[in-house]
């Protein structure tokens, strides 16, 4: 499967952003997906998972509350809404797939990585 992100951009602090990622084949509905990003200098880092029905989902803390991950398994594409943007949520977001659970998004354990989307907050 192939994975493209896209929708970053350059917004201020307090402003949203919605990222989407397009997925190719047609198992998309049965892989968990994940975000995941990496700010300049830093490892890359898990933001936030959903399952393959979309009824699961896990966030990381620093994004908890502020961040809904969604996905629409008839468009193979998942999303990433983010309220609330701080400077510290700059960076590339990822999206990713893992062909058997959602607990193995969770453990960084990926099959299939998109290209990047740059996310930058001003303060």
């Known amino acids: 499967v192939q994975l493209q992100a896209y929708g970053g951009g350059l917004v201020q602090a307090g402003d949203s952003l919605r990222l989407s990622c397009a997925a190719s084949?047609?198992?998309?509905?049965?892989?968990?997906m994940g975000w995941f990003r990496q700010a300049p200098g830093k490892e890359r880092e898990f933001v936030a998972a959903?399952?393959?029905?979309?009824?699961?989902?896990y966030y990381a803390d620093s994004v908890k509350g502020r961040f809904t991950v969604s996905r629409d398994n008839a468009k193979n594409a998942v999303y990433l809404q983010m309220n609330s943007l701080k400077p510290e949520d700059t960076a590339v977001y990822y999206c990713a797939a893992n062909r058997r659970s959602i607990s193995e998004v969770l453990r960084n354990v990926i099959d299939y990585w998109g290209q990047g989307t740059q996310v930058t907050v001003s303060s």
């Open positions: 084949g047609r198992t998309f509905s049965s892989y968990a």
């Open positions: 959903i399952g393959w029905s979309g009824v699961s989902t």
